[in-house]
């Protein structure tokens, strides 16, 4: 029997996908157990379903200088959950999935996220927000 976390890996593996070529992964599994699954990672923040396809999101944290003259760069998290930022942030009533980018992080709340990729903050010259997109570079070749 297939886990919503083996659906997850297909859909970041597929950088999204059709419920067609998804389900052409697990053709045995019986299909109430994939919308199940599929369900539950919408719900987590996990997956997004944009026009038909399931995309999988994609959590960072953009490190913007003080300073002009230094470019920003993005640190990747993965597999941050909706819940995992609810410790930390409360979401803006129209923004229930950390969509919008307007999450600054400060002093306060750097435990959640230094746990991934040795996140070490510099809050003097740097400035830090939480960023969640999802991954639309499916290709048909994937349907």
Do not use: W
């Amino acid at each position: 029997m297939f886990q919503k976390e083996d659906v997850l890996r297909v859909i970041q593996g597929l950088k999204g996908g059709s419920y067609s070529a998804i389900m052409g992964i697990f053709p045995e599994e019986p299909t109430i157990i994939l919308d199940e699954h599929l369900e539950a990672l919408i719900n987590s923040g996990h997956i997004i379903k944009f026009k038909g396809l399931y995309y999988p999101i994609v959590r960072s944290i953009c490190r913007i200088p003080k300073r002009n003259s230094e470019a920003s760069d993005d640190i990747l998290l993965d597999n941050l959950s909706v819940e995992e930022i609810e410790k930390v942030f409360t979401a803006k009533e129209d923004d229930p999935m950390f969509f919008s980018g307007g999450y600054l992080i400060d002093e306060t709340k750097t435990a959640l996220f230094e746990r991934y990729n040795n996140v070490i903050f510099d809050f003097h010259n740097f400035d830090y927000y939480l960023l969640s997109e999802f991954d639309n570079s499916y290709s048909k070749e994937g349907s």
